[in-house]
């Protein structure tokens, strides 16, 4: 069984900073590409940002040079630093990981339950 539990969410003003996190627990041997996603009202779920097992990162076009996404393997933790925030970045913000389980195998596709980020005065 696995669990990604993300926290860091709220109301911000627009310009202003937000530091997402995402903990991923249970059975887990290791994780490969972990990611953020988004899915602001009455739009598809789209990719944030994606980190790799060793750190190799891409971004939506969007949210470059404000956004930061890291993660510490040790803790199977990921983050996501957000600045300069604006209200088109308003949604719900979900984890996504590519998992390998001591006891079911690869599990590719893991989401956690999202944490609402709401930009505005």
């Known amino acids: 069984q696995v669990q990604l539990v993300e926290s860091g969410g709220g109301l911000v003003q627009p310009g202003g900073s937000l530091r997402l996190s995402c903990v991923a627990s249970?059975?887990?041997?290791?994780?490969?590409?972990m990611g953020w996603y988004r899915q602001a009202p009455g739009k598809q779920r789209e990719l944030v940002a994606r980190i790799t097992s060793g750190g190799s990162t891409n971004y939506a076009d969007s949210v470059k040079g404000r956004f930061t996404i890291s993660r510490d393997n040790a803790k199977n933790t990921m983050y996501l630093q957000m600045n300069s925030l604006k209200p088109e970045d308003t949604a719900v913000y979900y984890c996504?990981?590519?998992?390998?389980?001591?006891?079911?195998?690869?599990?590719?596709?893991?989401w956690g339950q999202g944490t609402l980020v709401t930009v505005s005065s």
């Open positions: 249970g059975s887990i041997l290791s994780i490969n590409t």
């Open positions: 996504n990981a590519d998992l390998i389980m001591r006891l079911y195998g690869h599990y590719p596709d893991a």
